[in-house]
């Protein structure tokens, strides 16, 4: 397991001032696992040095192992343990700022009343007129209603307020969109749906994050027919592009044609679900779904939620049945959103030759992504310490970048459809290969190219407000 900046500690010791101390820091740090970083002097003093020293270890527990084992050491106290993650989130990552200058009374006059009530009766007058006089715009509500918390399950909205925050600060600095958190203590649907409904004239676009299934696809389907704004759960479409973008390039490298593949999808859940509809909508001939109670089939109702029924009624044309060993004999593609470590080699030896394997389950893969390379063409995974890392922060600052470009009022398939193949596009084909079918979320170019694509599409699809950009 690599070592990140995740669990960077800062640990202030007092130390005995005599020789040899710092040596047995050191040791013990590196039999616990820690790799060190800056070792600065406090303060000296004739008996005692009060040093800093930062450390990187693999995880909460190990940090709490290595501050025990310090202070064990005869001569040795830490007096004070700095997480770098926490002080990272120190009163919160977001922070409103004015557009306009605010010095002189006139600023006031103008930025505020009495200038502000014309522009309250001009829009008024012409409601439209409030995507050019406010921040609307350039605005995107994000929303949870923290019953999915990445892979911490349901925490509730408190606890989902910091990976809103951080949400919005990758729309702000990816895409230059200004995007705001909202965290609701509502699970209930209907509830959910009424609220962002009433708040709706404030965004010109709403991300729905980390909300469980099925309530997920209830929200953003009633949100969709309700509003006038794009409205997508990221969860769902921001990973559906980017798997549609990486596959395209894996099929590059293998030799195949996306019309022409059959694809085993594992994990029907809302990621799964929306892989499915996105790469149906692609073009992709043949989808074998498969969930936890074997591989979904045309007319099985038992244990199935509304959603697998629909997606049991949309694939498997072949009417096969069994587990995931029999889904996957003969198949081209393999992309999982389940759980780690159920993908074995010899699985992926049953495939079709040249097999393409998308492990995407977080942190730990379907399959170990080094063994499954012996066998398999192309891996991708979901980890940043892997090639082909599969990540939505690909797709959803550049999709929403170009819905409020053109002021969309929806979001539609063939947006998603262009982002897909414009993020694929990122790449030149010559340039594709085995371990390079994705770009880096820091490709600055990724942005604005899928950005010009959505904007196109969407005034090709007659969503669009504006028709130039």
């Known amino acids: 397991m690599s070592i990140g900046v995740a669990y960077t500690l800062t640990l202030r010791c007092q130390i005995d001032n005599r020789p040899g101390m710092l040596g047995k ?4 740090i590196g039999e616990n696992g820690g790799n060190i970083g800056a070792i600065d002097i406090v303060r000296a003093e004739r008996r005692t040095l009060l ?7 693999h995880d909460e527990q190990d940090g709490e192992k290595l501050v025990a084992m310090l202070n064990a050491i005869d001569g040795v106290k830490v007096l004070q343990v700095s997480d ?4 990272t989130h120190l009163g919160g990552k977001l922070a409103v700022q004015s557009r306009v200058a605010l010095k002189t009374r006139d600023d006031l006059s103008l930025a505020y009343t009495p200038g502000v009530a014309r522009v309250c009766r001009a829009i008024a007058d012409e409601p439209e007129k409030v995507y050019s006089l406010t921040m609307k715009r350039n605005m995107v509500a994000v929303v949870s209603d923290g019953s999915a918390i990445l892979g911490l399950g349901n925490l509730g909205a ?12 990758l729309f702000k600095e990816l895409a230059e969109v200004d995007a705001f958190p909202l965290c609701l203590r509502s699970q209930n649907p209907d509830t959910i749906v009424k609220t962002v409904e009433e708040l709706a004239p404030n965004f010109g676009g709403i991300n729905l994050e980390d909300i469980s299934a099925p309530n997920c696809f209830v929200v953003e389907g009633r949100l ?5 704004i794009p409205v997508m759960h990221d969860d769902q479409h921001g990973t559906a592009v980017v798997v549609l973008a990486a596959l395209r390039n894996a099929l590059l490298v293998a030799g195949k044609q996306l019309n022409q593949v059959r694809v085993v999808v594992n994990g029907t859940g809302a990621a799964g679900t929306a892989i499915i509809r996105t790469l149906m909508e692609a073009g992709v001939p043949e989808i074998t779904a498969v969930d936890r109670h074997g591989i979904l089939w045309r007319g099985a109702e038992k244990g199935l939620t509304p959603m697998q029924r629909i997606v049991a009624s949309l694939t498997n044309g072949e ?9 996957l004999a003969g198949a081209d593609v393999f992309i999982g959103v389940s759980i780690g470590n159920i993908l074995t080699t010899e699985m992926v030896e049953t495939m079709n030759h040249d097999p393409i394997v998308f492990a995407l389950a977080n942190p730990i893969p379907e399959g170990d992504p080094e063994v499954l390379r012996e066998v398999a063409r192309v891996v991708a995974t979901g980890r940043s310490d892997q090639p082909n890392q599969i990540n939505n922060v690909l797709s959803f600052p550049g999709i929403f970048r170009g819905a409020l ?3 969309a009022r929806k979001m539609t398939a063939a947006m998603r ?3 897909a193949e414009a993020l694929a596009s990122v790449i030149a084909p010559d340039e594709v290969n085995e371990e390079y079918i994705i770009p880096s979320v820091f490709n600055r170019t990724v942005v604005p190219t899928i950005a010009a694509a959505v904007a196109k599409a969407a005034i090709e699809d007659g969503v669009a407000r504006r028709t130039h950009m």
């Open 417 to 419: 459809l262009a982002a």
């Open 51 to 57: 040093r800093d020293i930062t450390v990187q270890v």
């Open 84 to 87: 770098r993650v926490f002080l």
């Open 224 to 228: 969709h027919e309700s509003l006038d």
């Open 319 to 327: 009417g096969r049945r069994g587990r995931l060993p029999e889904a």
């Open 158 to 169: 408190e606890a989902a307020l910091p990976v809103m925050e951080g949400k919005a600060i």
């Open 25 to 28: 820091i050191t040791t013990a």
């Open 405 to 407: 470009d053109v002021s």
